[in-house]
């Protein structure tokens, strides 16, 4: 099950972490949005996109790791393991189509206006 369990890692960091750091940029630099989650925007006003985002998504990928590891380590609990990055992976799903989603009506909106 080596395998399953890469490929939900590599989904959770895909969909997590790029999908989020590139919606979040983009709507930043060149859409002109603002981020509305306060701690990441503070965060990001401090040390900028790049830094931010990898501190808050790696704090959140440390604490899935933590958890699946403990997981892993005993017999009865080994099943629970992909349940912390499968969350990781679901939360960033949800995260990438919504900044998709804003994108897109910003988008909209722009063409409106003119």
Do not use: K
């Not at 979040?24 to 989650?37: D, M, P």
């Not at 900028?48 to 005993?74: E, I, Q, R």
């Not at 912390?84 to 990438?96: I, N, Q, R, S, Y």
């Not at 897109?104 to 409106?112: Q, Y």
């Amino acid at each position: 099950m080596v395998w399953l369990d890469t490929a939900v890692w590599t989904l959770a960091v895909v969909l997590f972490v790029v999908g989020d750091w590139v919606t979040t940029r983009y709507g930043l630099a060149c859409a002109g949005l603002v981020e509305r989650n306060p701690l990441a925007g503070r965060a990001i006003d401090r040390v900028g996109v790049t830094a931010a985002l990898l501190a808050l998504n790696g704090v959140a990928l440390g604490l899935a790791a933590g958890g699946y590891l403990h997981a892993s380590g005993a017999p009865s609990t080994r099943q629970y393991r992909l349940l912390f990055p499968g969350v990781v992976a679901a939360t960033g799903l949800v995260t990438t189509a919504h900044n998709l989603r804003v994108l897109v009506s910003a988008h909209l909106e722009s063409g409106r206006r003119e």
